[in-house]
């Protein structure tokens, strides 16, 4: 009987651990920490050990084997603490053809040193699996009413929806999607990412081998790379925001470790990297291929930056950022739960740009713009527009993703759809 915690909420992942679970030995589920994996797990868990609790890290350091039992799957949470466990639980799996034995969990991937300790890769053995923070659909303020499944397939019905405030969208975005940060009053909805960021400076950013990195440098990229949430930005651009806090001496410092502070936040999880879609759009060359920058999920941009709801109102255009973060982390989501791919376009020559390209495992793909209010649409259509009469691969749909909108609508001209992000799930 599974190990299930009270009050756990599904997630979308839950139905692909159960797919991959009958197929591989192991499964390891890795994101972000507070993100659930360690709840979802124990929903398909018989066992569990944790690896933060001192004995038992220090019995697996003697000899993994020492922590395997016979109630499988056995969970194994934060097992990057130690690295040797992965060799044993591959070697574990290939005792019998028995599957999923093991999940194993972790917040952190290894680095170069840790990474030494193993000398088999787990291929055809164990999975990996990414996990993210929670999508509006998996908190409940998503109705479902449309699914990416729907249009991809000309089955979308429309209608009328309830319209959500700007307020609440505002909301959402600063509550992120933390399962511990569903329940609670408004007023306290900014703590949980205010305490992640804090915990970041003041603890994770040293737990590799003891390595020593400047809070104070970490913090200005951290608001760097918040106030560029969403956007196309290269190390440069971080640079040059936080010369003028900086020294000359200091300034020639950052341009030498501010990859190795980057490398550092992808470790832990907390930015995710939108690459750039190609295909033949005119001409190859005029593609752009710079990734679009992300934290884990928004919520972290609004506590680096101090935003609350009432700040976000006040200020639209970092509102219609932080929206298209929102919306591109449930898409995320959705199409991790598909088996399929995000990304984004840009035309270098001309500056046509689309916001995401949602690919799919057979190869198709439809093609998002994304409005926090109806004052958006007319230029998405034509941005839309555009991008189909110059592909020579047509996208399978074309869809507008808003916020602020009352309706489910298809473009009787262009066959876009009109989709709030309230009503959508994979």
Request: proline share 3%.
């Amino acid at each position: 009987m599974a190990l299930t915690k009270k009050n756990y909420k599904l997630r979308l992942i839950d139905e692909k651990i159960d797919r991959y679970i009958k197929v591989f030995g192991a499964l390891c589920i890795e994101g972000p920490k507070w993100c659930g994996k360690t709840w979802t797990s124990l929903n398909h868990a018989e066992s569990v050990t944790y690896l933060t609790e001192k004995d038992i890290r220090n019995l697996a350091e003697t000899n993994p084997k020492y922590i395997f039992n016979k109630l499988r799957p056995q969970l194994i949470d934060e097992w990057q603490l130690v690295p040797e466990i992965w060799d044993a639980v591959r070697h574990e799996c290939d005792e019998d053809n028995q599957k999923g034995k093991f999940i194993l969990t972790g917040s952190t991937t290894l680095n170069n040193e840790e990474s030494k300790k193993i000398f088999h890769s787990g291929a055809g053995r164990i999975a990996r699996l990414k996990m993210y923070t929670m999508s509006l659909y998996e908190t409940g303020d998503s109705t479902g009413d449309v699914s990416i499944t729907d249009m991809l397939n000309s089955n979308v019905k429309c209608g009328y929806i309830k319209k959500i405030e700007l307020d609440k969208i505002a909301e959402y975005i600063i509550r992120g999607g933390w399962p511990a940060n569903n329940d609670k009053d408004i007023q306290d909805i900014g703590l949980i990412p205010n305490s992640y960021i804090e915990s970041l400076l003041s603890k994770d950013i040293n737990e590799d081998n003891g390595k020593q990195r400047d809070r104070n440098k970490m913090k200005m990229i951290l608001r760097s790379l918040a106030r560029n949430e969403s956007t196309l930005v290269g190390s440069k651009t971080i640079v040059k925001d936080i010369e003028d806090y900086e020294n000359d001496d200091e300034l020639i410092k950052s341009r030498t470790t501010i990859m190795d502070y980057i490398a550092c936040l992808d470790r832990l999880h907390l930015i995710e990297n939108q690459d750039a879609f190609s295909l033949n759009y005119r001409s190859s060359s005029r593609v752009g291929k710079v990734a679009k920058r992300h934290f884990i999920d928004p919520s972290l941009a609004c506590a680096c930056l101090d935003l609350t709801v009432q700040k976000l109102l006040y200020d639209f255009n970092t509102f219609g950022l932080l929206f298209e973060a929102l919306v591109e982390r449930d898409l995320r989501i959705y199409m991790d739960y598909l088996d399929g791919k995000l990304y984004h376009f840009r035309d270098n020559i001309s500056g046509d740009e689309i916001d995401s390209i949602l690919e799919f495992k057979d190869g198709e793909y439809g093609a998002v713009e994304i409005k926090l209010t109806s004052k958006g649409i007319e230029d998405a259509k034509k941005s839309l527009t555009t991008f189909y009469n110059n592909v020579e691969k047509k996208p399978k749909f074309m869809c507008i993703i808003v916020g602020h909108y009352e309706a489910v609508v298809q473009d009787p001209q262009t066959g876009i759809y009109i989709v709030p992000i309230t009503s959508l799930k994979p």
